[in-house]
């Protein structure tokens, strides 16, 4: 589970249905965990770099 304040939140635990299941939580950022931040930042670099600004340029990339 992400580790939103919500989730900590002291009703949560209280649900029967939640209660049969342990709860683990990630850690506050893991770029591992989301590796489309990884293409985006490839992209958006080649974007600045490149300098498409029409939509054929774009399909370029």
Do not use: C
Not at 46 to 51: E, F
């Amino acid at each position: 589970m992400e580790n939103a304040r919500i989730h900590h939140s002291r009703g949560l635990n209280d649900d029967e249905e939640i209660a049969l299941y342990r709860i683990k939580y990630l850690p506050p950022y893991s770029s591992f965990l989301n590796p489309i931040g990884n293409v985006i930042t490839v992209w958006k670099n080649k974007m600045i770099r490149g300098g498409a600004r029409t939509e054929p340029q774009l399909r370029i990339l």
